[in-house]
């Protein structure tokens, strides 16, 4: 078992497959050129495999895969049919762009559950946001996903200016489609240019809700990110996690691997432990795996607090969203 100086017991990793993607979220990559990692810097197959199972050794049994857009990577199929074998349960987080392609692995990989990002329901500002016009083909296969029985989660990062119009459009979609809304706080990262007054904070969320609908609190569990609620008589839920303004750190039991594969035990932590380097030089990667749990900080990476006006993202020492691993 993993367990930090906090009593946190770590169970849930979440890998990237590549720090490469098909669409270019402004808040998630930096404008300037951004060089995606070469391929031979990357975890190649049999790397993850062998790095996830030493995980599995240690109590993971639930593994996420992300990016970047992990279902652009070639040999992601094969991937994922390897982490099938894995006493695990296997979810992802995906655009969507590419969900078509891979409904038989999914299917086969006995992955149940996936989160959809879709920032808008507005084809026009979907361009916008992603500087790609892949609307359509996204909202197809959320509707695939759907057919096949897979559970939908829906991301969207809330942003001022840009979609807190659309927060009860996003509600109303729950009435008769059974996907579950998760709206998020948007998050500083290097060169995301963020700013405290472009977070559309948990309560401003409930806010706007509350002029449309009424609704009721959902009972969580232990680890849960995201605070969930229904509006009576909805087919979905919608969802708030609100990383800026009321962390879950407390209940924390995630562990990150970037694509080429260096652990964060922390979504904010400027610390990363090169796992890859190790098992490419024979070490045991597992004494390794510990020291970075035993090093984590009680909240935020240690970089920053609650108070919005008092975050400075310049001080903040990460890597952009897209080569982390969302
Ligand atoms: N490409 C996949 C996708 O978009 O779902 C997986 C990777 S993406 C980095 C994972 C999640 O992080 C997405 O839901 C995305 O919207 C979210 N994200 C990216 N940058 C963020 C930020 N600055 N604040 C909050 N969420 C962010
Ligand atoms: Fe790509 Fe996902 Fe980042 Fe958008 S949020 S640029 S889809 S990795």
């Not at 050794?57 to 390897?82: H, Q, S, W």
């Not at 927060?167 to 706080?185: C, G, L, Q, S, Y």
């Not at 984590?296 to 691993?325: C, T, W, Y």
Request: net charge neutral; aromatic share 8%.
């Amino acid at each position: 078992m993993l367990v930090d100086n906090f009593n946190r017991t770590h169970n849930y990793l979440r890998i990237s497959l590549t720090d490469n993607c098909n669409l270019r979220c402004f808040y998630c990559m930096p404008e300037e050129d951004y060089a995606f990692a070469p391929h031979a810097q990357l975890m190649q197959v049999e790397e993850i495999q062998e790095i996830a199972e030493t995980f599995v050794a240690l109590g993971v049994n639930k593994i996420r895969l992300t990016g970047g857009e992990p279902l652009v990577r070639k040999d992601a199929a094969k991937i994922i049919t390897g982490l099938s074998r894995l006493p695990v349960e296997l979810t992802m987080t995906t655009n969507g762009v590419r969900l078509h392609e891979f409904a038989a692995v999914i299917n086969d990989a006995n992955i149940r559950s996936v989160n959809i990002s879709l920032d808008t329901l507005n084809k026009e500002k979907f361009q916008l946001v992603t500087r790609r016009n892949n609307f359509d083909r996204v909202w197809q296969n959320i509707q695939l996903m759907l057919d096949m029985g897979v559970h939908v989660k829906i991301n969207v990062v809330a942003m001022a200016g840009l979609n807190e119009t659309e927060i009860n459009d996003f509600i109303a979609w729950t009435k008769d489609t059974p996907v579950h809304v998760r709206f998020i706080e948007f998050m500083p990262f290097t060169g995301n240019k963020w700013t405290s007054n472009k977070v559309v904070s948990w309560q401003q969320i409930l806010a706007q809700v509350e002029t449309e609908y009424s609704y009721l609190p959902l009972k969580g569990s232990a680890n849960d990110t995201a605070k969930k609620y229904i509006v009576p008589g909805h087919k979905g839920t919608f969802a708030i996690i609100s990383t800026m303004t009321s962390p879950f750190c407390g209940t924390c039991n995630r562990m990150r691997l970037t694509a080429d594969g260096k652990m964060k035990n922390c979504l904010f932590s400027k610390e990363e432990t090169d796992l890859l380097s190790a098992l490419r030089s024979g070490q045991f990667i597992a004494p390794l795996i510990r020291q970075s749990i035993a090093a984590k900080a009680a909240e935020l990476g240690g970089q920053f607090g609650k108070i919005l006006d008092q975050v400075h993202p310049e001080d903040i020492l990460n890597r952009s969203m897209i080569s982390i691993g969302g």
